[in-house]
């Protein structure tokens, strides 16, 4: 079913593209240009917009009205064929990134799966270049990661707001800045490399050198690394509990410089299961805490 009609729908129900986004889990700025998009296509204007909001047109109301009507039948419908199904339900892949995992570590994870036994998970661990690319390949259903590259054509589920820090030595000059700007990584060796990939596209528009050493997950061992002067690490402030910062310095990153929040992404959020859906609000509201 049109994925377009359902968003539509959405904004209607909600009454703004804003309320809307949030509850499809994408960007006011994409539902807008795909609402743009879909009236383009069937040629009429669906909605009269001004100063005070958006008001559906006559075309508008009808689609609103006998869009509903069509994908009521259409769920229903479909919801009644998947019960005569013989085949037998295949457990949702989900792959963590390494980040990810310092967030929602394994036992918390496993909560999820005792609170709703029906359902059946199938859990790895992946660099997240690696999970996305195995998700483009349908190997997995799901990744839980940092978002990835827009070109990616994936989409994701916010489900925690990742406040970034960067982690230096005390002894390093950097350590003396109040707040890290882009132009202060020059020449830094960041330890979690593949997790920033975003952000070393942007230094290489604003052409400047950053280098990237891959190194362990262990918050122990990039500790004593970043202590040694081997390099900088960036990471969420909710997760400075787990590192030795006796020898190292948090500084607060300036806001747009590097995005941490974490996110599930999938190939079309339309298309997951309930019990996927399930476990993004659940890894939400842990995620809040």
């Avoid at 539902?31 to 909605?47: R, T």
């Avoid at 909001?53 to 994908?71: D, H, N, R, S, V």
């Avoid at 202590?227 to 909710?238: I, L």
């Avoid at 310095?249 to 997951?272: H, K, Q, W, Y």
């Amino acid at each position: 079913m049109d994925k377009a009609l359902r968003y539509f729908i959405s904004v209607c129900e909600c009454g703004s593209i804003s309320k809307a986004a949030d509850r499809l889990y994408i960007s006011r700025q994409a539902l807008s240009k795909l609402l743009s998009h879909y009236e383009s296509d069937i040629g009429v204007h669906l909605f009269n917009r001004n100063v005070h909001g958006i008001f559906l047109t006559p075309a508008g109301q009808e689609l609103y009205q006998k869009g509903k009507i069509i994908l009521t039948q259409y769920d229903e419908m479909m919801e009644s064929i998947r019960k005569h199904s013989s085949v037998s339900k295949e457990p949702l892949r989900v792959a963590f990134s390494l980040l990810a995992l310092k967030v929602f570590t394994p036992g918390r994870i496993a909560m999820f799966q005792k609170k709703h036994p029906e359902t059946s998970f199938r859990f790895v661990t992946m660099k997240s270049s690696d999970a996305w690319t195995s998700l483009r390949q349908k190997e997995i259903d799901l990744v839980c990661s940092i978002a990835p590259p827009l070109n990616y054509g994936l989409e994701s589920i916010k489900i925690r707001h990742g406040t970034p820090v960067l982690l230096a030595s005390k002894n390093s000059p950097i350590a003396s800045k109040s707040l890290i700007y882009l132009k202060d990584l020059n020449g830094q060796n960041l330890l979690n490399s593949d997790e920033l990939q975003s952000l070393y596209d942007e230094c290489d528009k604003k052409e400047i050198s950053v280098q990237s050493t891959p190194f362990t997950t262990d918050p122990l061992l990039i500790s004593a690394a970043v202590a040694d002067g081997m390099g900088v690490y960036a990471t969420p402030q909710s997760t400075l509990q787990l590192f030795d910062m006796s020898q190292i310095r948090a500084i607060p990153v300036a806001e747009g410089v590097m995005d941490l929040d974490l996110v599930l992404t999938c190939l079309d959020v339309n298309l997951l299961p309930k019990s996927a859906l399930a476990f993004a609000d659940f890894l939400r509201e842990i995620g809040s805490k």
